[in-house]
Structure formats: structure tokens, C-alpha cells
Nanobody, 115 residues
């Protein structure tokens, strides 16, 4: 299983970014995918999840209405569209998958929101 995130960067408050996570090594369409974020000194936070079968989504309260998780099963890719970004969204963002009872993580992509 390999997960490779991309799309991070620095953006001003109120701006937008789209993160991508390219997955390989498993039958992507069969598994739910999640985005987490981690900030030094804070607990890891589950940001968003998309279920495999029906595409249902769940979000942390802190990002609801601003972030959208989606997937393209033809491209084996999951996305996180982040709008109206705030300084407190600054973190390393990871995509994750649970496959065969094991949790897999990408290397992470840094998102920085500042003037």
C-alpha cells in the first residue's frame, strides 16, 4: 500500500487549496479513505472521511462547511478541497487507509495559512 499526498503550500487566510492523495497497492474503490492533520503540540485530528460504497462523508466540526472530501475511483485518488482557510488550519495533512486490518499513512503535506 502506498499513499502519496500533494498540493500543500502556503496560502493567505480566506484562501483555498486542494490536496490530492494518490493510492496504490490495494483495490482503492473498496476502501474508505480519511484525511488527518497534525500540528506540533496538539492531538492528531481526523479531518474528513469518505466511505467506499456510497461515498458518504463525515467531517470534523472545525472544518464542516469549508472542506470537502471526494474521490475518483478511476484515478485511485482522494481529494480534500479546503476553502476559507484559517491560520488554525496550519498543519501537516495526511491521507490514510485501513487495509487488511492495518492503517497506512502517506508522508504528509504541509499546509500553512498566514499573511
Amino acid at each position: 500500500v502506498q499513499l502519496v499526498e500533494s498540493g500543500g503550500g502556503t496560502v493567505q487566510p480566506g484562501g483555498s487549496l486542494r490536496l490530492s492523495c494518490a493510492a496504490s497497492g490495494f483495490t482503492f474503490r473498496l476502501y474508505g479513505m480519511s484525511w488527518y492533520r497534525r500540528t506540533p503540540g496538539k492531538e492528531r485530528e481526523l479531518v474528513a472521511t469518505i466511505i467506499s460504497a456510497d461515498g458518504n462523508t463525515n467531517y470534523a466540526d472545525s472544518v464542516k462547511g469549508r472542506f470537502t472530501i471526494s474521490r475518483d475511483n478511476a484515478k485511485n485518488t482522494v481529494y480534500l478541497q479546503m476553502n476559507r482557510l484559517k491560520p488554525e488550519d496550519t498543519a501537516v495533512y495526511y491521507c490514510t487507509a485501513r487495509v487488511g486490518g492495518s492503517d497506512y499513512w502517506g508522508q504528509g503535506t504541509q499546509v500553512t495559512v498566514s499573511f
